[in-house]
């Protein structure tokens, strides 16, 4: 009885220790583009973009197991690379979001429309629809973590040549022991 006795005071110590443990809550900023291409002789413009979460560092990949929740902050727009007339023009434009094979497609924004030249590398901050954003976030965080992002652009005149560059801040929660 009395080797029992030291066992358990000897281990006591060790499963209470084991018992304050408690998890660590971290978060962390991410920022990424994509960059959509819009060329062509046709005023509307398509394309799309196959974004995966784990090309942008091996460090997601480590820890996605970890990763609660991702919370798409903002994004952002700019036309870089107007090669037109002055008087160019987006007349509409949307932006959607979809899972890799083009499944259960939201829409995430509607584009305004603006004056390329005078837009040119100017940064625009859209208005981002909840369920389209819901969408990306639930499709960046859950396996694959990839996102088809489609765009809808049409122009007042063609040859039309300039890129749009969307720029996205989240913030990436997860817990570590």
Request: one cysteine or more.
């Amino acid at each position: 009885m009395n080797h029992f006795r030291k066992a358990v005071y000897f281990i006591l110590p060790f499963l209470s220790a084991l018992s304050s443990c408690s998890v660590l809550e971290i978060s962390k900023e991410v920022e990424f583009d994509i960059i959509f291409p819009i060329h062509g002789d046709d005023p509307l413009v398509e394309d799309t973009y196959l974004f995966d979460l784990l090309q942008y560092s091996s460090e997601y990949e480590d820890y996605m197991d970890n990763v609660r929740d991702i919370d798409i902050q903002s994004i952002t727009f700019t036309v870089t690379d107007f090669a037109g007339d002055e008087e160019q023009s987006i007349d509409e434009g949307e932006l959607y979001i979809s899972d890799e094979n083009g499944g259960g497609t939201q829409l995430l924004a509607n584009l305004p429309g603006v004056n390329l030249s005078q837009a040119e590398d100017l940064e625009h901050e859209l208005d981002l629809e909840p369920a389209g954003l819901e969408r990306a976030e639930e499709l960046i965080l859950n396996a694959p973590n990839t996102c088809l992002s489609s765009i809808s652009v049409m122009v007042n005149s063609t040859p039309v040549a300039f890129n749009m560059k969307f720029h996205v801040k989240a913030l990436v929660s997860g817990t570590l022991l």
